[in-house]
């Protein structure tokens, strides 16, 4: 079973850039996650963008799209920001036949306390499992787009609460 | 959606002891991981042992079938050494009605380059998606124990090879 | 033997706020180092200032300058931010009979890979060992301010070269 | 100013090897530290044995002291596992016109949680300011061999009461 992983950038990649005394998106960390864990999944890793999600716009969400669907593999985790996550997942929803994944970090994976590694490791397990779609993990959960939201006050992905 | 955790020892939990230059079983890690990656889940975490697996015995296993099958909980995860992961998870094998998802790791979770936090996550993750079963989270995939075993100078958790 | 430590800020206590998608001075960690190596010095921790070292002041210095000069201890360490730790020890150079090192971090304290425990250690034993003045600690090196510069495109302090 | 450090073993290099289950002395930690803290100092890393430092036996010492003695350089920095560490100290005591700074760790440099980057951080710090002769960097101070003792129960070094 293989697995493609698009990295689009957001604060799970973010690095501390002293000579400009900020954080900027670095390296994709998703590599070293999945070799730090002596993962033996068939993987592939592409970075399509480095950007926060807030700065993601139309145009990178159909590249985004079109980098899914016009692939041939089934199975695919996207690391993204978290604040537009949920945006980026409903606008995959249309792609049919394949399995689709978005997980991302409150804390960047350099950090030494991240959730980073835990988000990576649930929507690589959980995109084996899962049947057609697409999905959000973060928080230990496996959310559906059109039903979750990002509580940004209390730092965490819940189900959008019941509506009449 | 509940998870009962069940601790039993085995690497993921192992703390450097000075005193007497060697390794003990210390605390479990797991609730420290969980928090460390603001899991959301509804769960319950009890150590039922603090042992090597490789030093489990008949009654040590009875022990943890009981808790299970005892248990109202539908979905557990049990942290265990790697040694005799799969031998453990054969016993479990005739608990009907619940999933059962047996992990570990090879670096204990203390050290700085762990798979500890990357496999309570698979762990995690796959207890609530799988149907009714027990299972293996190791290296990233989900294995059924009668078709796994510990390929001990690989390091890593393999599918049995196919026999004629 | 009794060690002041006045914390200003600077990346060494750069926290990640993931509300904002930006970095912020956060509490200090230098405690936290202190305790995770078992320091058993006689320390007291005293937060001054929580600023970037680019945003310090005049009146920022005076008041770091007014918390030694006033302060009974003899021996003090200060962490500060890198870019104008240079300035900040120039200030503090007329304050007779005591021993003051200030040292800070390129990564943040709360990073996997930082140089701020290593500094903190070097600027503690330093303080123990050092006449009276000022130093700073960096990169292993202690330096005196008036022969030290900070080299930003190498990442590093450095002695200023030799002129004639 | 370049320094010599030598590895002997102890703790601070242990790892831990899964398939025996247990811990080992692995390859010294102490590059990967200078280099991690970006240490700009001049300094050459040999290893001249990899034991608990319980094990160590007369040869061992002589092997120890004759390295430093035989080497033209006039700075050292022995990691040394800190049971005995006093002991090699004391050997090493009629070596003249050198600054010989021992240090190890109570908890393996591997580990998330350790003192083994301070004290490699302060041992040295402090073969740069130090006059000849030898010393013990550990728990943030230095300690002359014939002053202190590990107090393993408290898990530090300390002075020695004072005795009529």
Redesign the interface.
């Known amino acids: 079973m293989k697995i493609k992983i698009f990295t689009t950038g957001g604060?799970i990649d973010?690095i501390?850039f002293?000579?400009k005394?900020?954080?900027q998106i670095g390296d994709p960390q998703i590599v070293e996650?999945?070799k730090?864990?002596?993962?033996?999944?068939d993987y592939e890793v592409s970075s399509l963008l480095r950007k926060?999600s807030?700065d993601l716009t139309d145009a990178d969400r159909i590249r985004i799209h079109d980098a899914v669907s016009a692939d041939s593999c089934r199975r695919f985790v996207i690391t993204h920001g978290?604040?537009t996550m949920i945006q980026t997942a409903q606008a995959l929803g249309d792609i049919s036949g394949k399995v689709i994944v978005l997980t991302g970090a409150?804390?960047?994976a350099?950090?030494?306390?991240?959730?980073a590694?835990?988000?990576?490791?649930?929507a690589?397990?959980?995109v084996?499992?899962?049947s057609e779609g697409v999905y959000i993990?973060m928080?230990?959960?496996?959310f559906r787009p059109d039903r979750a939201r990002k509580n940004?006050?209390m730092?965490?992905f819940?189900d959008l609460p019941e509506t009449l």
Chains 1, 2, 3, 4 share one sequence.
């Open positions: 604060t973010k501390y002293d000579q005394s900020e954080f996650v999945l730090g864990a002596n993962v033996t999944l926060d807030l978290t604040d409150m804390q960047p350099r950090f030494r306390m991240t959730d590694v835990f988000n990576i490791a649930s690589v397990t959980a084996q499992l899962l993990a928080n230990g959960r496996i940004v006050a730092n965490r819940e």
